[in-house]
């Protein structure tokens, strides 16, 4: 397919003048014109580049000046077709009235983002790739925000986070999911700059507990294997 794009010499490709060349020219030069919140842009051009293999997610209503998140990721390796990969973000609002809702009429956990995951290159996505996926989309979902708070079953995601600022050009070459980390750090550092106050936290999974980070973190599971069965991108 590239040499019907491009002509070789040594070790070096040179694209010709044929349209097909152009276009991919044009695709390759153009800046991503979405502001923060809005579709478009790298998430809806990720199908056509072939580097980031997630749909667009669903988008939460407008966010408060404080917010919680509970992300998580789930695997499921039985699935017809081949294993699949699911992320998602449920928003928590510390300020309203019942913040908590009342599980038994469903209502809890009704602001949420997720998504299916596929391949990343050659590589299969991992529950790690989808649960630090879904710590850069709920950081998306947040502009608004004063205060995002989030909270997530995975201590090597926490560590990578936390660190990011810090990660050296060598550390970056050997980070996995590195394409999620390089934009979650962008992102952080935009948003530190403007004033937002960010903290990830490590909450104890599957603990059929009753407090608020133990039911919240099942609500992201269950948000996360709902995600896991829809088509993969």
């Not at 010499?9 to 979405?34: F, I, N, Q, V, Y």
């Not at 081949?82 to 809702?101: C, I, L, N, S, Y």
């Not at 630090?132 to 560590?159: D, M, P, W």
């Not at 059929?208 to 973190?217: I, L, M």
Request: hydrophobic content about 35%.
């Amino acid at each position: 397919a590239l040499a019907e794009l491009a002509t070789q010499s040594g070790k070096h490709w040179t694209l010709t003048d044929c349209p097909a060349a152009a276009a991919l020219k044009t695709e390759m030069a153009t800046e991503d014109p979405r502001t923060e919140g809005e579709t478009g842009g790298v998430c809806s051009q990720a199908p056509s580049l072939g580097w980031m293999a997630t749909r667009e997610p669903q988008r939460t209503p407008e966010t408060p000046a404080s917010v919680e998140w509970y992300v998580d990721g789930s695997r499921k390796p039985e699935a017809v077709g081949g294993p699949t990969v699911g992320w998602a973000a449920v928003r928590r609002d510390p300020d309203a009235d019942d913040p908590d809702q009342d599980p038994g009429n469903g209502e809890r956990g009704t602001a949420y983002i997720m998504g299916a995951m596929g391949k990343v290159g050659t590589d299969e996505p991992t529950i790690t790739t989808a649960e630090s996926y879904a710590i850069l989309e709920a950081l998306r979902a947040s502009h608004g925000a004063q205060e995002v708070h989030i909270y997530s079953a995975s201590k090597s995601c926490v560590a990578t986070f936390k660190d990011l600022e810090h990660t050296t050009p060598r550390a970056w070459t050997r980070l996995a999911n590195r394409w999620v980390w390089r934009q979650t750090a962008r992102l952080k550092a935009e948003r530190l700059a403007a004033g937002q106050k960010i903290t990830v936290e490590w909450v104890r999974a599957h603990t059929d507990g009753t407090s608020t980070e133990a039911v919240w973190n099942d609500v992201a599971d269950m948000r996360a294997k709902e995600a896991a069965d829809e088509e993969r991108p």
